[in-house]
T-cell receptor
């Protein structure tokens, strides 16, 4: 799987949008970008994934650049409960049973 | 909503003792994973099962760790003997063969070795 690069930490004010960047310059054509987050002392939780089109669900939006070498996870109105470590992972989708390879992620701190 | 169940939630043991963790995946999920997460780092894959078969255990320290999924449903991860460096969160996850194959994680078992 391609390697990803994320900032170590980010801060965000409550109610503002949190934009978490991820670089994946060696991504292959059949690899998707997945985002998971891990709230303190809990297991990781799936947020969203995409191939090349922008995606949105009830939790977040995912913006992938046209060359697919980077992406941004957007939490439109961050709350204190969004404080967590966010992991950007590149993985071939459709291959059910492919393990996720985690990096260190970005620690997002949301403050009031 | 279906969840991955893990127990115990917390375990404190002394070094050289044996310890075991249990995981019950979401019903129908054929693939089961055990991850280890040291404080401040991302989860690291230890072993992956497809039904009752091991798919990948290349990162499992086989001299002291063992994992089994005898009937292809729940799974046990054992450490014997435990060492100080084994202190970590042990996470279990499962995924189905259908759909996009996203992983669902349990709450984890936090091990402290004294």
């Amino acid at each position: 799987d391609a390697k990803t690069t994320q900032p170590t930490s980010m801060d965000c004010a409550e109610g503002r949008a949190a934009n978490l960047p991820c670089n994946h310059s060696t991504i292959s054509g059949n690899e998707y970008v997945y985002w998971y987050r891990q709230i303190h002392s809990q297991g990781p939780q799936y947020i969203i994934h995409g191939l090349k089109n922008n995606e949105t669900n009830e939790m977040a939006s995912l913006i992938i650049t046209e060359d697919r070498k980077s992406s941004t996870l957007i939490l439109p109105h961050a709350t204190l409960r969004d404080t967590a470590v966010y992991y950007c992972i590149v993985r071939v989708a459709g291959q059910a049973g492919t393990a996720l390879i985690f990096g260190k992620g970005t620690t997002l701190s949301v403050s009031s | 909503e279906a969840e991955v169940a893990q127990s115990p939630r917390y375990k404190i043991t002394e070094k050289s003792q044996a310890v075991a963790f249990w995981c019950d995946p979401i019903s129908g999920h054929a693939t089961l994973y055990w991850y280890r997460q040291i404080l401040g780092q991302g989860p690291e894959l230890l072993v992956q099962f497809q039904d009752e078969s091991v798919v990948d255990d290349s990162q499992l320290p086989k001299d002291r760790f063992s994992a089994e999924r005898l009937k292809g449903v729940d799974s046990t991860l054992k450490i014997q003997p435990a060492e100080l460096g084994d202190s970590a969160m042990y996470l279990c996850a499962s995924s189905s063969q259908a759909g996009t194959g996203e992983l669902f994680f349990g709450e984890g078992s936090r091990l402290t070795v004294l």
